[in-house]
T-cell receptor, first 110, second 115 residues
Framework: RKEVEQDPGPFNVPEGATVAFNCTYS??????FFWYRQDCRKEPKLLMS???SGNEDGRFTAQLNRASQYISLLIRDSKLSDSATYLC???????????FGGGTRLMVKP | GAGVSQSPSNKVTEKGKDVELRCDPI?????LYWYRQSLGQGLEFLIY????????KSGLPSDRFSAERTGGSVSTLTIQRTQQEDSAVYLC?????????????FGPGTRLTVT
C-alpha cells in the first residue's frame, strides 16, 4: 500500500463547477500536509498547506481529518487555468521529508 | 530572485554510460532534495542534504546512484552504468531549512532518457 494515496482521475468538470479531491495517508506520525500543483511537463509548485482547523485561500479550501487520516481539497468556481495534476503530500514526523501521492488530474472544460 | 536551476534540461544516454545531473539551489537554502518522477508517476524521494550533516540516502534505489553537495550549495547526482529503468525526470528542490513546514521550491528538472 502506498503511503499517500490519491484517485488518479481524470476529473473532467465544466468551468464554474465545484470539485473535490480526497487523499489518504497511512503514516499516523505524519506531521504536516500540503497540496502541490503540477502542470504538464513542469515542476510541482506549492498550492497550499493543510492545517488541522482547515484553511481557505480564495477558491481553494483544504481540510485535514487526522482521525480518518485523509486530506481534502475543494476548488470552487473552477477555471480553465485550474487544469493540472494536484499532488497530496505529507511530511514525516521529523518534518524534513515529503512523501508525494501519485496525483489527481483535473481537466476543466469550457 | 533566481529559483532552483538544473542542468542539463534533457539528457539522452546509452545504457551502461555514467551521467551527472547538476542542481543549483536557491541562495541561502540549507536543505536540498533530489526526487525522481517516472512517466505518469508520483515523485520518489532519492536523497536529502541538510547543512553540513551527513545526507539521508535512504531513497537511493541502488548503489549506482550517488550524490554530493559541495560547499553547502551546488549538488551533483551521479548515476553509474545507467539502465533503461533509470529513464525519468530528476527533480531537485531546496528549502530554507530541513523542515517540512518550509516550502520546497523545485527546479525544472532534468529529463533523462536511457536508450
Amino acid at each position: 500500500r502506498k503511503e499517500v494515496e490519491q484517485d488518479p482521475g481524470p476529473f473532467n468538470v465544466p468551468e464554474g463547477a465545484t470539485v473535490a479531491f480526497n487523499c489518504t495517508y497511512s503514516n499516523s506520525a505524519s506531521q504536516s500536509f500540503f497540496w502541490y500543483r503540477q502542470d504538464c511537463r513542469k515542476e510541482p509548485k506549492l498550492l497550499m498547506s493543510v492545517y488541522s482547523s482547515g484553511n481557505e485561500d480564495g477558491r481553494f479550501t483544504a481540510q485535514l481529518n487526522r482521525a480518518s487520516q485523509y486530506i481534502s481539497l475543494l476548488i470552487r468556481d473552477s477555471k480553465l487555468s485550474d487544469s493540472a495534476t494536484y499532488l497530496c503530500v505529507s511530511s514525516n514526523n521529523a518534518g524534513n521529508m515529503l512523501t508525494f501521492g501519485g496525483g489527481t488530474r483535473l481537466m476543466v472544460k469550457p | 530572485g533566481a529559483g532552483v536551476s538544473q542542468s542539463p534540461s534533457n539528457k539522452v544516454t546509452e545504457k551502461g554510460k555514467d551521467v551527472e545531473l547538476r542542481c543549483d539551489p536557491i541562495s541561502g537554502h540549507t536543505a536540498l532534495y533530489w526526487y525522481r518522477q517516472s512517466l505518469g508517476q508520483g515523485l520518489e524521494f532519492l536523497i536529502y542534504f541538510q547543512g553540513n550533516s551527513a545526507p539521508d540516502k535512504s531513497g537511493l534505489p541502488s548503489d549506482r546512484f550517488s550524490a554530493e553537495r559541495t560547499g553547502g550549495s551546488v549538488s551533483t547526482l551521479t548515476i553509474q552504468r545507467t539502465q533503461q529503468e533509470d529513464s525519468a525526470v530528476y527533480l531537485c528542490a531546496s528549502s530554507l531549512a530541513g523542515s517540512g513546514v518550509y516550502e520546497q521550491y523545485f527546479g525544472p528538472g532534468t529529463r533523462l532518457t536511457v536508450t
